[in-house]
């Protein structure tokens, strides 16, 4: 695990392209680093993603409430 803790966050997020995740820009290193490890299950790797996504695009959401007050 010391080995992967070592790579970036880009090499992380080129190694998740390459195994054809999607959506894997808006996961952060950690959660980049537990997708990719070993004996992971798929739905395990959705449910990651999908979190990841709800909370990018509740990011999103907020500033258009911020800009209409």
Known sequence: MNDKSKET???LMLKAKEKGIKNFRVLNKNEL???L???ITQ???D???ASAV???K???SSRKVKNEN
């Open 9 to 11: 966050r880009q090499e």
């Open 33 to 35: 680093m537990h997708i």
């Open 37 to 39: 490890a070993e004996g």
């Open 43 to 45: 739905q395990e790797v």
């Open 47 to 49: 449910a990651i993603v």
């Open 54 to 56: 709800v909370r990018w």
């Open 58 to 60: 509740s990011g999103w």
